[in-house]
């Protein structure tokens, strides 16, 4: 029953996700709770190999400052890794502010040399938003690396904007045979989505960015520490 | 600022975050509640829980011509903390209005989108509030009218009151609940669980916490918004129904760099199934350049998240405008961020509660702070037993 005093406060809005997949709801279940005996044991362990290898937690400890003064990272890059490791997408800095070209350069010196796979993550959707070459190399860079999916996935996204032209479709084909759905569904859709365009319009087919070299053929394709 | 807020907060609601913009703030004490008229409960009406003991009750809802469905229930003297969770399948619910005799605790007529502290509510799946949620919240002894609204059906619309009558005190119970083939590179759920219980040991809770491990089938590549992160919710249902579930994804499909989602501040604890039943994290979001999990950043995400889900904001939000509705907990301003980008961070806060478990982003070093009553809070939880 719908609030009919009081229409205004119903979330109409967000109904679209209201919807009642009954069948999910009897999703089976496999709890397989696990001996309290054996994480005793792996507590153990754990606390005698602290004791043995003592810098084995400021290694593994969420200090590292130090990650972005990394030789070649651009002065003010440390500040901007802070913000992006925000705990929620929504505190996250918004595009329209990071159109600096400095900004942009930090952005691109986390999203490849970042200790954190969010922070590289993060910096390559917030790059979806510039379409410099240098980016653009970039990203293809990413897309050409056997970085964790993740962040190809990232950097899938940060190509929505781009023309779909040969170097593209080619990433675009291969990102749709990944098993990770994070990368094959989005490589799908474009690719069905232009198929279709490309039936009505064919002359719209694989039209080629204006620097039709393909940037990432020059670099190394490799670019993951 | 308000309007802001208060789409942020809808919007996360809506996908069952678990973070919260938050108005008010300590520096300025607890916005006062409205006052309400004379009420009093019928002779019918019960009284909650057992002295002595920590109950789980529920009620049916039952919607009149208006949308609202009423349930008066008797707080005795000795109630220490109340869970209220609104119950409609999928739905969206929320409280329309709870008060008692001179007091309205909640009154979504006035406050539609949740603005007013201290507790922020407005609706969600499986709507939830907890008494008390700072110092001033404890629920007084007599008549307590709650009233529900749901935006569906309302058919098997259930009102659930976990009801606590004795001190603080017990075990916080938590699962960590392996999704599908979801993998953690270089690490193990048994590894994390360790981590988890040194991160909240770490807290100073004065409580013991035990964390399990367990499994569900489902895709490991949920979307945050929408059914599936919603029937993942409902897809655990352990046999201890205060047990907290937390959800190990691989990552979801939709919100690549989501670390991880409560279900509510508060979610819908000790009602295994509902829509808010429970932390969501992501593996993948937790990832290294060599590509193995950070175990210890993903316990902090994993207890901050059930901060969350037990019913705490972060203590300051990113612009240092808004904190939490907790007199105790630190407050770091604007005028710390020293650096001018417009956000506060943990190091330029790390005096102010930066370096508190809920901190609104991580720093450069470990985050196991909490309040004395952010710790009470957490402790009065009606599924600490």
């Known amino acids: 029953m719908t609030s009919k005093r009081h229409p205004s406060l119903r979330p109409t809005s967000l109904r679209a996700t209201s919807l009642r997949p009954t069948s999910l709801r009897s999703t089976s279940l496999s709890t397989s709770l696990r001996s309290t005996a054996l994480r005793s044991t792996l507590r153990l362990v754990a606390l005698v190999l602290a004791l043995l290898t003592p810098t084995w937690v400021s290694a593994q400890s969420p200090a590292e400052g130090a990650n972005a003064a990394r030789q070649g990272a651009p002065e003010g890059t440390e500040a901007l890794a802070m913000r992006l490791r925000a705990r929620h997408v929504r505190d996250l800095p918004r595009p329209e502010t990071l159109r600096d070209p400095a900004d942009l350069a930090r952005l691109r010196w986390l999203a490849e040399h970042h200790r954190w796979l969010v922070v590289r993550t993060r910096a390559l959707l917030l790059l979806a938003h510039d379409p410099s070459p240098d980016t653009r190399t970039l990203v293809l860079r990413v897309l050409d690396s056997t970085a964790p999916a993740i962040v190809r996935a990232a950097a899938l996204r940060a190509t929505e904007a781009w023309a779909l032209d040969a170097m593209l479709r080619t990433r675009l084909e291969r990102a749709a045979r990944e098993g990770d759905p994070r990368l094959a569904e989005p490589a799908r859709l474009r690719l069905s989505a232009a198929s279709t365009t490309d039936a009505t319009h064919p002359s719209a087919a694989d039209s080629t960015h204006p620097s039709a070299a393909d940037p990432a053929d020059s670099i190394n394709p490799s670019p993951t520490d | ?385």
């Open chain 2, 1 to 385: 600022m308000q309007e802001r807020l208060a789409l942020t907060l809808l919007v996360l609601i809506a996908s069952g975050g678990g973070n919260v913009a938050c108005d008010g703030g300590n520096g300025d004490g607890p916005a006062p509640l409205p006052d309400a008229g004379p009420l009093s409960c019928p002779a019918s009406a019960p009284t909650l829980g057992t002295a002595g003991e920590v109950t789980t009750e529920s009620f049916p809802l039952t919607f009149d011509e208006t949308g609202v469905a009423a349930v008066d229930v008797v707080v005795p003297e000795d109630l220490t903390s109340l869970a209220l969770v609104a119950d409609d399948g999928l739905e969206f619910t929320a409280f329309w209005r709870v008060a008692q005799d001179g007091r309205i605790w909640i009154d979504l007529e006035t406050d539609p989108d949740g603005l007013r502290t201290p507790f922020f509510h407005t609706w969600n799946h499986s709507a939830s509030v907890i008494f008390p949620i700072h110092e001033t919240s404890s629920l007084a002894p007599g008549c307590l009218r709650i009233e529900a609204l749901s935006d569906g059906a309302g058919v098997g619309a259930t009102l659930h009151v976990l009801a606590r009558r004795r001190a603080e005190g017990g075990t916080l119970r938590v699962d960590l609940v392996q999704v599908g083939a979801t993998e953690l590179p270089g690490a193990t759920l048994d590894a994390l669980a360790l981590e988890l219980e040194t991160v909240v040991d770490a807290t100073g809770l004065p409580i013991a916490i035990e964390v399990a491990t367990a499994s569900v089938d489902g895709d490991p590549f949920p979307r945050a918004e929408g059914d599936i992160a919603l029937a993942l919710r409902g897809s655990y249902r352990p046999a201890d129904p205060n047990r907290v579930p937390i959800y190990v994804i691989q990552g979801f499909r939709d919100e690549l760099d989501t670390l991880g989602i409560a279900g509510g501040i508060p979610g819908a604890n000790g009602v295994p199934g509902a829509a808010s039943a429970g932390v969501i994290v992501a593996v993948d979001a937790h990832l290294t350049e060599d590509g193995e999990v950070d175990v210890l950043l993903m316990a902090e995400t994993t207890a901050h998240e059930l901060g969350h889900q037990l019913g705490l904001f972060h203590t300051s939000e990113a612009e240092g405008l808004d904190h939490d509705p907790l007199g105790d907990t630190p407050e770091c301003d604007a005028d710390r961020d020293s650096d001018g980008d417009g956000t506060v961070s943990a190091e330029e806060c790390e005096e102010r509660g930066g370096r508190n478990l809920m901190f609104w982003v991580s720093g450069d070093f470990s985050q196991r702070e909490l309040s004395p009553w952010q710790r009470r809070v957490l402790a009065l939880s009606p599924v600490v037993r």
